[in-house]
Every structure is written in structure tokens, then in C-alpha cells.
């Protein structure tokens, strides 16, 4: 009989083999989950994402944290050219299956591996909270991207309505790990979203880390009450 190793659950330390581990173990149905704890808002935050990127045909976009690649594809339509990365060799083997017509490559936020100034737009979403330096992470993508090249940060936040927030953090603190123990293959890692986005900064905090990180103009707008929000920057 084969043992099978036991799911992991990374710590809020973030530590980059436990957070990919952490990952490789949901990969199988994470697309599936994120559709069922977002009640379909994923599709909606995906298409906000590319919207504020402004592509344009022949431009060259950086996924990072491209997990399955779902939003690579999105990014690479219309002719632009997508390419995803990722630290998570699980999820990228995932996502080559469903998705052999992406671009999906290896890669950690700290190190990418690409040349300075390779792309016209970058975009991590739903990944930045997960990276041990944020800081490195930003000043990486800044990089990687030309002078006067986007960046897109689509990541949870902070809901602006009081009352909305109370309840949105019952969901997450309460029902999320429920959900997640009926749909996701490591229901654990669940646990731990729930609790790093509580500890996530705001909006506003958010934009003074980008902009510290070689990125100006530093914007944002929310979706869906706060519960995300898309930061808009050029690089400096």
C-alpha cells in the first residue's frame, strides 16, 4: 500500500515550500473551489483584472502566481501575449492539462526568470498575500516590466461598509473552511486563506508598499464591496 503524505497547511510565515506544498495539495479542484466560495465572483474578478491592465494586441503580460493558468487565459486573448508562473509545480501540471494552450513556466515571485524590462504589463492576483517579501515581490515585477509598463495587484481587502465587513468576516472565519471540506482536496489550506487575508493591510496601506517598490501612480478600485480590490501602477 501506498502512503499517501498527509495535506499541508503552510503557517502565516509564509515560508515559500510550504506555501507551494500548501498548494500542489489543492490543485486538482482549486478552480472548482474558488468558484464555489466566491459564488461565482471569480469569473467577474478575472475579467476587472485584464479590463485594468488595458491590453492591447502585441502586448506582453506577465501572470504572476498564475496557478492553473486560469487567468493567464483570460489575460491572453485578443492577441496579446500571456505567459503564467508559478511556484506551485502541482498547480502548473494542473493547469496544463485543462489548459495546454497556455503559456506556464516555473517561477517564484522573488526570482522570476525573466530579463529586466521583458514585459509591457504585469499582474499577480490573488497571490502577492502569499509571498514571504512582499516588498521583493513588487520591486521584482517593477523588474521584469519596461519603464511605463502597468501593474495590476487583484488581491482580497478590506469591505468599506462597516456592517458588510462584520458579516463578510463571519463567512470567511466560519463558513469558508466549512465549504471548502465538501469541495477542496485539502480543506485545510482553506483555513489558512481565511486567516491571511484577515491579516492582509487596507486598500490604502497596500498602495504605499507599491508605491515604495518602484511603482507610481498608485491606484485603486474596489469590487464587490472591498471584499477585493485591483491596485493600478506604472513602473517608475
Given at each position: 500500500m501506498t502512503n499517501t503524505p498527509p495535506p499541508v497547511r503552510a503557517s502565516l510565515d509564509k515560508q515559500p515550500a510550504e506555501v507551494a506544498a500548501m498548494f500542489d495539495g489543492v490543485a486538482g479542484r482549486y478552480d472548482l473551489t474558488n468558484t464555489v466560495i466566491s459564488f461565482g465572483q471569480d469569473r467577474y474578478w478575472r475579467r476587472?483584472?485584464?479590463?485594468?491592465?488595458?491590453?492591447?494586441?502585441?502586448?506582453?503580460?506577465?501572470?504572476?502566481?498564475?496557478?492553473?493558468?486560469?487567468s493567464t487565459a483570460e489575460l491572453g486573448r485578443h492577441g496579446v501575449w500571456a505567459v503564467g508562473s508559478d511556484i506551485s509545480l502541482g498547480m502548473l501540471r494542473a493547469g496544463r492539462?485543462?489548459?495546454?494552450?497556455?503559456?506556464?513556466?516555473?517561477?517564484?515571485a522573488l526570482a522570476l526568470p525573466f530579463p529586466d524590462g521583458t514585459f509591457d504589463a504585469v499582474t499577480i492576483s490573488f497571490a502577492l498575500r502569499n509571498v514571504v517579501d512582499t516588498g521583493?515581490?513588487?520591486?521584482?515585477?517593477?523588474?521584469?516590466?519596461?519603464?511605463?509598463?502597468?501593474?495590476?495587484?487583484?488581491e482580497f481587502s478590506r469591505p468599506t461598509n462597516p456592517a458588510f465587513r462584520t458579516v463578510y468576516l463571519s463567512y470567511l472565519m466560519r463558513s469558508v473552511p466549512t465549504v471548502a471540506r465538501a469541495v477542496a482536496s485539502n480543506p485545510d489550506a482553506y483555513v489558512y486563506l481565511a486567516e491571511s487575508i484577515r491579516q492582509w493591510p487596507d486598500q490604502s496601506a497596500l498602495a504605499g508598499r507599491i508605491v515604495a517598490n518602484g511603482w507610481r501612480s498608485a491606484q485603486w478600485r474596489n469590487l464587490t464591496g472591498g471584499i477585493v480590490a485591483l491596485h493600478r501602477a506604472v513602473r517608475g
Open positions: 476587472a483584472t485584464r479590463s485594468a491592465l488595458r491590453l492591447r494586441a502585441g502586448d506582453r503580460v506577465l501572470d504572476v502566481g498564475a496557478g492553473t493558468g486560469v492539462r485543462v489548459r495546454p494552450d497556455v503559456a506556464l513556466l516555473a517561477g517564484d521583493g515581490a513588487l520591486a521584482e515585477l517593477a523588474r521584469v516590466t519596461r519603464p511605463g509598463g502597468r501593474l495590476v495587484v487583484c
